[in-house]
């Protein structure tokens, strides 16, 4: 029997993670490639412990359902490190968990394998002894919110599961739902605690290769949420053959009463059992489960809770007339220890005791417990709790009768038409009162407030109305569907679903800021860390703050939008503040750090850098072109971009384009050093400590310790790659101290750097530690949607000025800066249309070409056979490539 390393000093472990080898040759799990026993899981587990390293250590864990995931798990709940699991299937939530909570060791898929990162040697955090999971509350895929969960709560719910569903060693349950889910892991956890196996697999039950895996297994329990139902109506599993199938659980949201009793009517005729089961992330998974007998007679309610667990009901204000109703809540050994918000909450232990679920219930007089709504008066829209008994006694003190009512999304307001107040007029008092985005109020004015029979207010009809258009502010829409067209409209890319992110879509600092302005007249405010936020997480309410008296500008658009304007201005001699072209490099390589270096596999990185580098060149160089047709400034070294690399102690015109042509060369460098393998395990390892170390070797040519003959110093790529690498670890910066160093080297290589020129040497040091320590900048909406403006086109002002502002120099000063702005922003939206419309016509003939396929991708792949040197091969018809 393989014994599994003791746990750290000052933490505990999960009790069946470590006894896994009791089980002995036991079937723990079966994949379409084989099966692994008991005992030869626990070794692998063993093994895996030794690389995790001693110490406890915050583990983050790409949740897949995939032999490799399930044993780091494992191994990290056996040896007493806290994991944080998200979702294997989201880059870009993995991206914002690990910048929000900065994980010692990173397990991850890289290239078809996994692998072990070890940030640090030891731990950055503080752990409280019980913390044993982090899990993201229902519904959120990167918010930085997190459950925090004992080995108690695991432990006590995998046995209470395991209890009521009575599984036995012989069972076998499909992986139908991700690991990072709660329900989908508290199978595998049941399970497991059981000495019960696993049908290890990421495909859908929409996939008949899933159902041939099933069946060859001898599958006894799936589990789905309602649309999983939705699925297996699609495919005829009413009339499958599964002679094993002992039970099927329901759980992650209401199932209709109607398709409840359709689905245990169909178990009693095919001989299996329907588990109805309620739950949150909270709870660790389960409170509450049907019996089955009582799921054709009682498929309304949520049953009993589960063993070891109890509800009580509280009285809510909302619900005083409605006789025995209040908001459940829940008590039991499997309630979280509380929430987690940052790294410092880690170290916290029980903050919580009962779980307030937020649901209004009533016990029935057989003892089973129903849902009857939400706490409904009281409304939550946007983060802000709304009373509408308060709003409407605030306009019955403007003389308005008015009725209010809605839901986490909307308040909806009906008014009794008086003279002198409008919809527009009414929204807007709402508005300024309860500080919602306009978006968030409808308002209807009608001839009489609707009322019931009895003369008390009809609040249905009044949500009726909410549901309707109503007056509404001109700005688009705020819901999954909207911030999908506007992703896909910005970003050329169809196809756009709410899991997406702007950084996981290929966004990069061009398309950024566009995107920025959008979202922030839609949402009432620019959420932190949305470019890697999933869209569904932007749009829901939870996630949108809401308006603001003050609004805030990116500090990175800021200083493009400013940099850019003292570029042109001091070109046309309307001003003299130099140094903004060598700022826009430093922003340069901060934007790069965000949008380029993502989790992403190796070569999206690369596909994605080279993506960014066309967008810069192929502009430029259509502009040279137009300009060499007019103009002897140029010549064919700068068409090709090679002007610097050639002649770079000629000066004079052909110096123009030095910005330009240093930024392709630096990213050009970046992308092949990236495109190495062993570079980029580096780069994810240390993703403060590269940038630093290349920026240590561009600051040896700063300050001329690597001889470099005929070069400029100011305008060369080789010489001022150091403020391209500085704000690329400016962006990797986490600590204070991080942030101290890399605004120490900048602030120690600027002086001398520009000869007798010390008010550009402060410009652009000033610009420097602003990016660094101000994410944002106390601004005004009106001052955002200009920088937003000048910032998107900032690349497109800086090629074209140089052309441009001569037309007008000798006329007026101040108008030939104007001029060359609005030709740049004129320039960029062409370009921006031409590249969508390029992009349209390329999709259009690729689809309807020959090669166009209709085969849709399956689940996830299969388990390498390599990668389980002791996986028994069992199910050799099952394997659908």
Same mark, same amino acid.
């Given at each position: 029997?393989?014994?599994?390393?003791?746990?750290?000093?000052?933490?505990?472990?999960?009790?069946?993670?470590?006894?896994?080898?009791?089980?002995?040759?036991?079937?723990?799990?079966?994949?379409?490639?084989?099966?692994?026993?008991?005992?030869?899981?626990?070794?692998?587990?063993?093994?895996?412990?030794?690389?995790?390293?001693?110490?406890?250590?915050?583990?983050?864990?790409?949740?897949?359902?995939?032999?490799?995931?399930?044993?780091?798990?494992?191994?990290?709940?056996?040896?007493?490190?806290?994991?944080?699991?998200?979702?294997?299937?989201?880059?870009?939530?993995?991206?914002?968990?690990?910048?929000?909570?900065?994980?010692?060791?990173?397990?991850?898929?890289?290239?078809?394998?996994?692998?072990?990162?070890?940030?640090?040697?030891?731990?950055?955090?503080?752990?409280?002894?019980?913390?044993?999971?982090?899990?993201?509350?229902?519904?959120?895929?990167?918010?930085?919110?997190?459950?925090?969960?004992?080995?108690?709560?695991?432990?006590?719910?995998?046995?209470?599961?395991?209890?009521?569903?009575?599984?036995?060693?012989?069972?076998?349950?499909?992986?139908?739902?991700?690991?990072?889910?709660?329900?989908?892991?508290?199978?595998?956890?049941?399970?497991?605690?059981?000495?019960?196996?696993?049908?290890?697999?990421?495909?859908?039950?929409?996939?008949?290769?899933?159902?041939?895996?099933?069946?060859?297994?001898?599958?006894?329990?799936?589990?789905?949420?309602?649309?999983?139902?939705?699925?297996?109506?699609?495919?005829?599993?009413?009339?499958?053959?599964?002679?094993?199938?002992?039970?099927?659980?329901?759980?992650?949201?209401?199932?209709?009463?109607?398709?409840?009793?359709?689905?245990?009517?169909?178990?009693?005729?095919?001989?299996?059992?329907?588990?109805?089961?309620?739950?949150?992330?909270?709870?660790?998974?389960?409170?509450?489960?049907?019996?089955?007998?009582?799921?054709?007679?009682?498929?309304?309610?949520?049953?009993?809770?589960?063993?070891?667990?109890?509800?009580?009901?509280?009285?809510?204000?909302?619900?005083?007339?409605?006789?025995?109703?209040?908001?459940?809540?829940?008590?039991?050994?499997?309630?979280?220890?509380?929430?987690?918000?940052?790294?410092?909450?880690?170290?916290?232990?029980?903050?919580?005791?009962?779980?307030?679920?937020?649901?209004?219930?009533?016990?029935?007089?057989?003892?089973?417990?129903?849902?009857?709504?939400?706490?409904?008066?009281?409304?939550?829209?946007?983060?802000?709790?709304?009373?509408?008994?308060?709003?409407?006694?605030?306009?019955?003190?403007?003389?308005?009768?008015?009725?209010?009512?809605?839901?986490?999304?909307?308040?909806?307001?009906?008014?009794?038409?008086?003279?002198?107040?409008?919809?527009?007029?009414?929204?807007?008092?709402?508005?300024?009162?309860?500080?919602?985005?306009?978006?968030?109020?409808?308002?209807?004015?009608?001839?009489?407030?609707?009322?019931?029979?009895?003369?008390?207010?009809?609040?249905?009809?009044?949500?009726?109305?909410? /549901? =309707? @258009? &109503?007056?509404? $502010? #001109? !700005?688009?829409?705020? %819901?999954?569907?909207?911030?999908?067209?506007? *992703?896909?409209? +910005?970003? /050329? =890319? @169809? &196809?756009?679903? $709410? #899991? !997406?992110?702007?950084? %996981?879509?290929?966004?990069?600092?061009?398309? *950024?800021?566009? +995107?920025?302005?959008?979202?922030?007249?839609?949402?009432?405010?620019?959420?932190?860390?949305?470019?890697?936020?999933?869209?569904?997480?932007?749009?829901?309410?939870?996630?949108?703050?809401?308006?603001?008296?003050?609004?805030?500008?990116?500090?990175?658009?800021?200083?493009?939008?400013?940099?850019?304007?003292?570029?042109?201005?001091?070109?046309?001699?309307?001003?003299?503040?130099?140094?903004?072209?060598?700022?826009?490099?430093?922003?340069?390589?901060?934007?790069?750090?965000?949008?380029?270096?993502?989790?992403?596999?190796?070569?999206?990185?690369?596909?994605?850098?080279?993506?960014?580098?066309?967008?810069?060149?192929?502009?430029?160089?259509?502009?040279?072109?137009?300009?060499?047709?007019?103009?002897?400034?140029?010549?064919?070294?700068?068409?090709?971009?090679?002007?610097?690399?050639?002649?770079?102690?000629?000066?004079?015109?052909?110096?123009?384009?030095?910005?330009?042509?240093?930024?392709?060369?630096?990213?050009?460098?970046?992308?092949?050093?990236?495109?190495?393998?062993?570079?980029?395990?580096?780069?994810?390892?240390?993703?403060?400590?590269?940038?630093?170390?290349?920026?240590?070797?561009?600051?040896?040519?700063?300050?001329?310790?690597?001889?470099?003959?005929?070069?400029?110093?100011?305008?060369?790529?080789?010489?001022?790659?150091?403020?391209?690498?500085?704000?690329?670890?400016?962006?990797?910066?986490?600590?204070?101290?991080?942030?101290?160093?890399?605004?120490?080297?900048?602030?120690?290589?600027?002086?001398?750097?520009?000869?007798?020129?010390?008010?550009?040497?402060?410009?652009?040091?000033?610009?420097?530690?602003?990016?660094?320590?101000?994410?944002?900048?106390?601004?005004?909406?009106?001052?955002?949607?200009?920088?937003?403006?000048?910032?998107?086109?900032?690349?497109?002002?800086?090629?074209?000025?140089?052309?441009?502002?001569?037309?007008?120099?000798?006329?007026?000063?101040?108008?030939?800066?104007?001029?060359?702005?609005?030709?740049?922003?004129?320039?960029?939206?062409?370009?921006?249309?031409?590249?969508?419309?390029?992009?349209?016509?390329?999709?259009?003939?690729?689809?309807?070409?020959?090669?166009?396929?209709?085969?849709?991708?399956?689940?996830?792949?299969?388990?390498?056979?390599?990668?389980?040197?002791?996986?028994?091969?069992?199910?050799?018809?099952?394997?659908?490539?």
């Amino acid at each position: 029997m393989t014994l599994l390393p003791a746990p750290p000093t000052g933490g505990h472990a999960l009790p069946f993670a470590q006894g896994l080898a009791q089980h002995g040759d036991r079937t723990a799990f079966v994949t379409a490639e084989g099966e692994l026993s008991y005992r030869e899981l626990a070794d692998r587990v063993a093994a895996t412990i030794h690389r995790l390293g001693p110490g406890r250590r915050l583990v983050l864990l790409p949740g897949a359902n995939t032999a490799d995931a399930l044993v780091v798990h494992l191994a990290a709940l056996a040896a007493g490190h806290p994991v944080l699991l998200v979702p294997g299937d989201h880059p870009e939530a993995v991206q914002s968990l690990i910048d929000a909570y900065d994980p010692d060791v990173v397990a991850r898929p890289a290239e078809g394998d996994w692998v072990i990162e070890e940030r640090r040697t030891g731990s950055a955090h503080v752990f409280h002894p019980d913390l044993a999971l982090l899990l993201s509350t229902s519904g959120s895929t990167g918010s930085p919110k997190l459950v925090r969960l004992s080995y108690e709560n695991l432990q006590a719910n995998a046995e209470a599961i395991a209890t009521y569903l009575g599984i036995r060693a012989s069972d076998r349950a499909a992986t139908t739902l991700p690991m990072h889910y709660c329900y989908g892991l508290s199978v595998v956890h049941s399970h497991l605690a059981r000495g019960a196996g696993l049908v290890l697999t990421g495909l859908s039950v929409a996939d008949a290769c899933f159902w041939d895996l099933f069946r060859s297994a001898r599958g006894t329990a799936l589990a789905g949420v309602p649309y999983t139902f939705d699925l297996l109506d699609r495919v005829g599993f009413a009339e499958m053959d599964l002679p094993h199938l002992r039970y099927v659980t329901q759980a992650g949201g209401r199932l209709a009463p109607d398709r409840v009793r359709h689905y245990a009517e169909l178990g009693v005729r095919r001989g299996w059992d329907l588990f109805v089961m309620y739950g949150q992330t909270e709870a660790t998974a389960r409170m509450a489960y049907l019996p089955p007998e009582l799921a054709t007679s009682r498929p309304d309610t949520i049953g009993i809770p589960v063993p070891g667990g109890s509800f009580s009901l509280a009285p809510v204000e909302e619900a005083v007339d409605e006789g025995g109703v209040g908001e459940l809540v829940y008590t039991g050994p499997n309630v979280m220890l509380g929430y987690a918000h940052s790294p410092d909450d880690l170290a916290l232990g029980r903050t919580v005791d009962a779980l307030r679920t937020g649901d209004l219930a009533r016990r029935t007089d057989d003892g089973l417990y129903e849902i009857v709504g939400r706490r409904s008066r009281f409304l939550k829209i946007l983060g802000l709790r709304i009373d509408p008994q308060r709003v409407e006694a605030m306009l019955e003190g403007h003389g308005l009768s008015a009725l209010c009512a809605g839901d986490d999304s909307v308040l909806s307001v009906t008014v009794e038409r008086r003279p002198g107040w409008d919809a527009r007029r009414v929204r807007r008092r709402v508005v300024d009162e309860c500080a919602l985005p306009p978006r968030a109020v409808r308002v209807h004015v009608v001839p009489d407030l609707p009322r019931l029979p009895s003369g008390k207010p009809d609040y249905a009809a009044v949500r009726a109305l909410g /549901d =309707r @258009p &109503g007056e509404s $502010p #001109d !700005d688009g829409g705020s %819901g999954p569907h909207d911030l999908c067209a506007l *992703y896909a409209r +910005v970003l /050329d =890319r @169809p &196809g756009v679903t $709410p #899991d !997406d992110s702007f950084v %996981g879509l290929g966004g990069d600092s061009l398309s *950024y800021v566009e +995107v920025s302005l959008q979202l922030e007249q839609r949402l009432g405010r620019l959420p932190a860390n949305w470019h890697v936020t999933p869209i569904r997480e932007l749009a829901a309410p939870d996630a949108v703050s809401p308006t603001r008296r003050r609004a805030r500008l990116e500090t990175s658009v800021a200083l493009r939008a400013v940099a850019i304007v003292c570029v042109v201005g001091s070109h046309v001699r309307l001003f003299e503040i130099r140094g903004g072209a060598h700022l826009l490099l430093a922003v340069a390589g901060f934007n790069f750090a965000r949008f380029l270096l993502t989790s992403a596999e190796r070569r999206e990185r690369v596909r994605r850098t080279a993506r960014s580098i066309g967008r810069i060149a192929l502009p430029t160089m259509a502009w040279t072109a137009f300009a060499l047709l007019f103009s002897d400034a140029y010549d064919w070294t700068n068409l090709l971009l090679l002007h610097n690399a050639l002649a770079p102690e000629v000066m004079g015109p052909g110096i123009h384009l030095w910005f330009v042509e240093a930024l392709v060369y630096i990213l050009l460098v970046t992308l092949a050093l990236l495109a190495v393998p062993a570079v980029d395990r580096v780069e994810r390892r240390f993703p403060y400590g590269l940038p630093v170390a290349l920026a240590a070797l561009g600051l040896l040519t700063r300050f001329e310790l690597i001889g470099l003959p005929d070069r400029s110093q100011i305008t060369d790529a080789v010489t001022i790659f150091w403020l391209f690498a500085l704000g690329w670890a400016a962006a990797k910066s986490r600590t204070v101290p991080q942030r101290l160093l890399v605004t120490v080297a900048a602030l120690a290589a600027l002086p001398g750097f520009f000869p007798g020129e010390p008010r550009r040497e402060a410009f652009v040091a000033i610009g420097f530690v602003l990016l660094v320590w101000l994410p944002t900048l106390p601004s005004h909406r009106r001052v955002n949607q200009l920088a937003g403006v000048l910032a998107a086109a900032s690349l497109s002002i800086y090629l074209t000025h140089w052309q441009i502002y001569p037309i007008l120099d000798d006329v007026s000063e101040p108008l030939a800066l104007l001029t060359a702005l609005l030709f740049g922003i004129g320039y960029s939206t062409a370009v921006s249309r031409l590249t969508r419309w390029t992009g349209r016509r390329f999709r259009g003939r690729r689809a309807s070409g020959p090669r166009a396929s209709m085969t849709p991708r399956t689940g996830s792949r299969p388990v390498r056979a390599r990668r389980f040197q002791g996986l028994r091969t069992s199910h050799p018809g099952t394997r659908c490539d």
